[in-house]
């Protein structure tokens, strides 16, 4: 029996609902064809798209939908979230400050006109404007919380560091939930306190330096590492015992997070401390060597072109893996890729593998990643983790970057005082790497040659 249409548009926005996209994209595909004026369907497949990583098309299907009702409430949003997704934080914001006329009360809406000025680079003008609208929502967390990333931006760690305890009522983060306390500046001497890690690999090896803040209070220090870690943080300075993970059983007098500690750093000091000093294991160091060995006349280039696949931003700070190929052109050079991860599969099915050696896929850490960087005479790499080890290790590196850079990169400049030695490179185009990929092909060219 034939559905009707509105049959077919019920299914259509279930499946959407339900987070069968393929399903819902072929059912407004079909609604569409039929009635072809639906507004509210051709920004809901707006959504689909962007949703699920197709970012221009998401913005070509809400400028259709705008087109046809350019005074609806919910089209505008829409079109608003994509503009700004792609770098059009002028448009953006334009039309989140005519949505924000019509609802004032609506705190988001002045959040993500925060969010568009940071994208800008124009960090200052962020920190001015929510110094106007924080007091007319002095409890909302979103906007404490654009603050926090105007601050780091703009260089202002102390403050920043402060607004950023908002993090854990923004919905984005689990609360902790601990049978000891946290620990608020009490005196520890004789007392245990664990540092707790937060989000991802890279910001546990950027704000570890911080550690050593807990040295002579007279505690010891436990830090809770995942195992990727694990070796590479034997002996880290300022910690006394690591442990995998923390239970309802473990042994100690207070809490603290690893962030905070750099709030306490920032309340004595503006300078910003040295990278974390990490440790690589002599199994490591001899794993790499062993790898690289065949190649010793060459110019060695480790190369990252992506992050975890489950970080909500890796679509726009990562690349393929073929944007790498034009460097394996250069006379002299060997890449070996230093990628784990699901990404694999494609480098490996499109015979790039050949031209750029697997050295990722058989490490067991981040202290395997480690030695193969301690093996290479550049490691070139995306934002990821991997960027951070690099740059704490010294070795020389280069950090590919697109245009809405994390607070460490910032939007401008090719160094960053967080990682002395690294340079960054930067995207020019949104989801475009052809340009900035050609600069890293020229001064490799001229690092190969010796030229400075």
Known sequence: MAQTLQQVRQNAVAAHKA????????????????????????SNLGVLHRVAGRHKMSLRVQQKAFALDPGDTGVRNNLANILSDLGR?????????????ERPDDANLKAMIARCLRGKGDYAG????????????????????????????????????????????AGELQPRDLPFPEWRGEPLDGKIIVVLPEQGYGDAVLFAR?????????????????????????GLDGV?????????????????????????????SSAIPAPTRLSVPKAAQNRAKAMVAPHKDKVRVGVVWTGSVTYKGNAFRSFSHTEFLPLTEIAGVQL???????????????????LILDAGSSETDFADCAGMMQEMDLVITSDTATAHVAGSLGVPVWTVLHWDAFW??????????????????????????????????????KKVKGVS
């Open 240 to 268: 006394d015992e690591m442990i995998s993970e923390l239970t309802r059983n473990t042994d100690a007098d207070y809490w603290v997070n690893m962030m905070d500690l750099a709030a306490l750093y920032f309340e004595g």
């Open 210 to 234: 911080f550690l050593t803040v807990l040295k002579g209070r007279g505690a010891k220090v436990q830090l809770v590492t995942k195992r990727p870690l694990m070796r590479l943080f034997e």
């Open 126 to 169: 962020a920190i001015d404007y929510l110094a106007t609208v924080i007091p007319e929502h002095p409890e909302d967390a979103e906007l404490q919380m654009q603050l926090a990333f105007a601050q780091l931006g703009i260089g202002d760690y102390g403050a920043a560091l402060q607004s950023y305890k908002a993090r854990w009522l």
């Open 408 to 445: 460490v990169w910032r939007h401008t400049g090719d160094t960053t005082e967080w990682y002395p030695g690294m340079r960054l490179f930067r995207q020019r185009t949104p989801l475009e790497w052809g340009e900035v990929m050609a600069e890293v092909k020229t001064a490799l060219v």
């Open 89 to 101: 934080y002028d448009e953006s914001i334009a039309i989140r400050k005519g949505l924000v006329k």
């Open 19 to 42: 987070g069968e996209l393929d399903k819902a994209a072929r059912g407004y595909a079909s609604y569409l064809a039929q009635v072809p004026g639906d507004v509210g369907i051709w």
């Open 336 to 354: 070996f890729s230093l990628y784990k991860g699901p990404e694999l599969a494609a480098y490996h099915a499109d015979g790039t593998d050949g």
